[in-house]
């Protein structure tokens, strides 16, 4: 019996099942995606009770309660506010400056590295930055703005509930631009040749090339850059943490915002587990709208 185990480990093992090699990625799968989804869902039905120090059955109430919640609309509010308005910026931008940085001149290389440089920056270190440029006492963007008209001194940017959204923003915009710079780099390096080289023949000029020719190209490319990122945007947290904790009032709460003080700031589990679900529900909604209209294919 001892000797027959041993071999029928090693067959699996050196066989052709897939078992071995499939067993990490599905433990993987269960301990960190789907039990942690399961238990959120069960934890939705439950709200902890302090008096009682356990977890007590609520049954549909934290569902029920964000009908009337004027934070949780408002919230969702900033929330697409800020995934909309970013996601045009970052893609309109990234396209321009991958244009501009396709070329195979000397140096141009040098720049295409220094892109990733932002990337490498942990967000709240980003919005730490910016909190302190744009300080308005001694923020040298504040200092800039203020020196061009732009911006009154009598409106710090982070703490006016017209402009803080927009102050966050711009930490969002310096660090995450060069990653849809880096995706559609890699999109135009690999485009062919012979469809410029046909247009150039034919006199067509730069616009007409890139709005006949390198876009209905690029579609693929930019729908897979704009899925990836618009789910990050949705779930944006740190730069709202670390800048403004939500405020003035409540113009930079975002939704993982809101979930995140319900479940700590308030120990209010049930009904910050209710949020994260509100808040997956949408992306996946939003995510496969998307897919479908864009025909995005994996």
Do not use: C
Not at 88 to 104: E, K, R, T, Y
Not at 192 to 219: C, H, W
Not at 262 to 281: C, E, N, R
């Amino acid at each position: 019996m001892t000797a027959v185990l041993p071999k029928r480990i090693k067959d699996i093992l050196l066989g052709d099942s897939p078992v071995p090699w499939l067993a990490p990625l599905v433990t993987m799968l269960v301990v960190f995606t789907i039990y942690p989804l399961v238990y959120n869902i069960w934890l939705s039905f439950h709200e902890y009770a302090p008096f009682k120090r356990r977890l007590v059955y609520v049954g549909w109430d934290n569902w029920s309660a964000l009908v009337n919640d004027t934070r949780f609309w408002d919230a969702l509010s900033v929330t697409f506010t800020y995934f909309f308005v970013l996601l045009a910026i970052q893609v309109v931008l990234g396209m321009l400056i991958a244009l501009l940085l396709d070329s195979d001149e000397p140096g141009f290389g040098i720049l295409r590295g220094l892109l990733t440089l932002t990337l490498v920056i942990p967000p709240a270190i980003t919005g730490m930055m910016f909190l302190l440029m744009e300080d308005p006492a001694f923020g040298v963007l504040t200092y800039v703005l203020n020196g061009l008209g732009i911006l009154s001194p009598d409106a710090p940017i982070l703490a006016t509930s017209s402009t803080a959204l927009a102050g966050v923003m711009l930490a969002d915009i310096w660090q995450w631009t060069p990653f849809m710079v880096l995706i559609f780099l890699a999109g135009l390096r690999s485009l062919p040749t012979e469809p410029y080289e046909a247009a150039m023949l034919d006199g067509a000029s730069s616009f007409q090339v890139f709005r006949k020719i390198t876009l209905p190209m690029m579609s693929k490319v930019i729908a897979v850059a704009v899925l990836i990122r618009g789910i990050d945007l949705f779930r944006a947290f740190d730069y709202m943490f670390v800048m403004t904790s939500g405020g003035p009032g409540t113009s930079t709460y975002t939704l993982s915002l809101y979930a995140w003080q319900q479940t700590f700031s308030f120990v209010k589990w049930g009904y910050g587990a209710t949020l994260s679900l509100v808040g997956l529900v949408l992306i996946m909604i939003i995510a496969n709208i998307f897919i479908y209209v864009s025909k995005v294919r994996w």
